[in-house]
């Protein structure tokens, strides 16, 4: 690639690094799947269970619905590694 060759996106007069877009245009399609994208989608204000309008705390749910997802899964990680554990003994 030649370097007077300029970005393939439109209104955007930079040098062209990879694939024939400038480094901030390549870097938002490799991020976003979109070289015009400024940033991530907005997560939702609100938790994404059905009913519940509580503000979103964390992974798109409310501090509450948060909690008892993180409880069942530390409870799940805990009974595979009692299962791993006695199946280990008892060899």
Request: glycine share 4%; charged share 35%.
């Amino acid at each position: 690639m030649a370097t007077n060759d300029r970005c393939s996106v439109t209104s955007c007069d930079d040098y062209a690094v990879c694939k024939g877009m400038c480094r901030k245009h390549y870097r938002a399609k490799r991020l976003y799947g979109d070289p015009e994208a400024t940033k991530r989608q907005k997560s939702p204000d609100y938790c994404c269970v059905d009913g519940c309008d509580a503000p979103h705390f964390a992974l798109n749910k409310c501090h509450h619905h948060y909690m008892i997802d993180y409880r069942a899964r530390k409870r799940r990680f805990k009974a595979e590694n009692r299962e791993l554990f006695y199946a280990e003994a008892a060899e």
